[in-house]
């Protein structure tokens, strides 16, 4: 799933995408790829990025590691890892 820029994205829409776009990825390279590109794609889209990551975080948590292969699993985990980290940075960077 991908938009084009001169679509705007709901905070939703760019959620699935992700999920979608990592559920297909086979190694922690990619995911970190598109973890990483998620503060570019919501500032295209007028997104808060905050926002984006805490959806994506919540939807990452409710999903079933039985509804998935292991490969998709890790890529999941790991994804959380990177989102946590990310935000972190973030929130360091507004206090100042």
Known sequence: ?????NK????NEMVDSL?????S???YA???SVILDISRIAAVHGL?????????EITIEELSPMDL???????FRYALICLR????????????
């Open 25 to 27: 990825m086979q190694n």
């Open 85 to 96: 980290e990310k935000a972190s940075i973030l929130r360091k960077y507004r206090r100042y």
């Open 8 to 11: 705007k994205m709901t905070i």
């Open 48 to 56: 808060p990025v905050s926002q984006c990551f805490s959806k994506l």
């Open 30 to 32: 990619q995911v970190e």
């Open 69 to 75: 292969t292991s490969t998709q699993w890790s890529c």
């Open 19 to 23: 999920i979608y776009q990592i559920s």
């Open 1 to 5: 799933m991908t938009y084009s820029i």
